[in-house]
């Protein structure tokens, strides 16, 4: 029997997606069409064998999640839950903490999976790897290649290139180790738990002897949580590096982190081409009486769009979204409830929940996508700002913004509940 568990971060993770993570936690942001999570569950509940998926984080519980919880576990009759730390307890301080709950009905293995990445999961196949790698191993971990300075960004892996057994791991170097990459998602046997147990045995022993420094409340509480936080990477990865325990199966398929509201619309492109060979029914075709459609587009069935609109590629259209004539829509996300009037023009953005775009307006970004002449590149994480100025991203209308008509709106980041009166470029509209 398996398991999968994913591990969705808190309210202070998602800080690059500001403003869209105020309005919902991150994980759910919709990623063509579905909430970046349902990805992640869609490929596990194709696996064999998988009893229940186990979503870890510190949310609060709230109504979105467990809205997203009973749906999905309905849509597909896979039991899911969500286990709250009690404070950020790191990558493998989580499944620590949960582990008897884990560990509940004896599977023989539980993938783990960052949720703030895109990919086609090639679970199955990770599954045959770890089985032709015999009994001995407590790990498969999914690389990548990367180029060698983007690599710096990531857990590197340098593999023995006959067996494929990790030699060595280290997060984010700070010069060149290798070009395979973590992809950080992982296939573990119960034996992982030993491991974390010694580094979290090691981490109480310097506790106590910490608390014997520091005596105070205060700083014993921050002093607790701190020795609770076990990081996979750091901690664990680095360590059984080189003793036959971790093998990296590599993917030669797509795969992409979502750190950003621009690498959203990338990953959005992502799956979207794979819907051709998954979902096909949830793609837009061109039919009489409905707007053109360009490539690949998501338009949900709520949606109200006026037959003249132009819509692709990549162009997901949320709940309840309304589209008028002539309206033009490329490489971007209109969230649910959002309106399009009439002729207006909306390229490489993000149209917040419930906001407008007036007549004639345009609004615009600049992407920031993978250089495509580069087979090995990722999307950079972009940094804010660069040189004293907003770097040029993509456009980010936060929910309920108002861009009044004949406007131009171009790579600026407009918070939420704001009425423009005029143009603007290069800014953050607070
Ligand atoms: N539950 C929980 N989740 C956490 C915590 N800390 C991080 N996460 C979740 O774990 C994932 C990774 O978090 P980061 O700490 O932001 O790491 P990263 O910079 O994305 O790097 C990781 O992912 C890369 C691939 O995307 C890897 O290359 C790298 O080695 C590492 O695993 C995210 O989905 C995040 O929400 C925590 O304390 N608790």
């Not at 960004?153 to 593999?159: D, T």
């Not at 209308?397 to 939420?416: A, F, M, Q, T």
């Not at 423009?420 to 953050?428: D, E, G, K, T, V």
């Amino acid at each position: 029997m398996l398991k999968a568990i994913i591990l969705i971060g808190g309210p202070q993770k998602g800080t690059r997606f500001r403003p869209l993570s105020f309005e919902v936690p991150k994980p759910l942001f919709p990623v063509a069409g579905v909430p970046m999570l349902q990805h992640h569950i869609e490929a596990c509940a194709q696996v064999p064998d998988m009893k229940e998926i186990i979503l870890i984080g510190f949310y609060q519980p709230n109504d979105e999640l467990n809205r997203f919880i009973s749906s999905a576990q309905q849509e597909l009759k896979i039991p899911i839950r969500y286990l709250q730390e009690f404070a950020a307890l790191g990558t493998g301080g989580g499944i620590y903490h949960f582990r008897d709950q884990i560990l509940s009905g004896g599977p023989a293995a539980f993938f783990l999976m960052n949720a703030d990445v895109c990919s086609e999961f090639p679970l199955q196949e990770m599954l045959r790897f770890h089985r032709q790698h015999g009994e001995n191993h407590c790990g498969v971990l999914l690389g990548t290649t990367a180029n060698r300075t983007q690599s710096l960004n990531y857990g590197c892996i340098v593999e023995n290139h006959e067996t494929n057994e990790v030699l060595h791991f280290v997060e984010k170097p700070s010069t060149f180790v290798s070009d395979i990459i973590n992809c950080g998602i992982y296939l573990f046997t119960p034996d992982i738990f030993g491991h974390i147990g010694t580094v979290f045995q090691r981490n109480q022993q310097e506790r106590i002897q910490f608390t014997c420094i520091i005596i105070g409340q205060e700083e014993l509480t921050n002093g607790k949580q701190m020795h609770e936080v076990i990081r996979l990477e750091q901690d664990i990865f680095t360590t059984l590096a080189g003793q036959k325990k971790l093998f990296v199966y590599k993917t030669q398929h797509f795969w992409s982190q979502i750190k950003s509201a621009g690498s959203a619309i990338y990953a959005s492109r992502l799956y979207l081409k794979q819907y051709h060979q998954t979902h096909p029914e949830r793609l837009a075709t061109n039919q009489d009486g409905t707007p053109k459609i360009i490539g690949d587009v998501y338009i949900h069935p709520t949606a109200n769009i006026d037959p003249s609109a132009v819509l692709g590629p990549n162009v997901s259209v949320g709940k309840g979204v309304t589209i008028g004539g002539g309206v033009r829509v490329r490489e971007s996300i209109i969230l649910h409830g959002a309106m399009l009037q009439d002729h207006c023009c909306v390229l490489n953005s993000i149209v917040g929940w419930d906001s407008t775009v007036g007549k004639w307006a345009r609004v615009e970004g600049t992407p920031s996508d993978p250089n495509p002449n580069d087979p090995y590149a990722k999307i950079d994480s972009e940094t804010l700002f660069r040189d004293g100025g907003l770097t040029p991203s993509i456009t980010i209308l936060g929910c309920n913004v108002n861009i009044p008509s004949e406007v131009i709106i171009r790579n600026s980041i407009v918070l939420p509940h704001k009425d423009l009166n005029r143009s603007f470029q290069n800014q953050i509209i607070l």
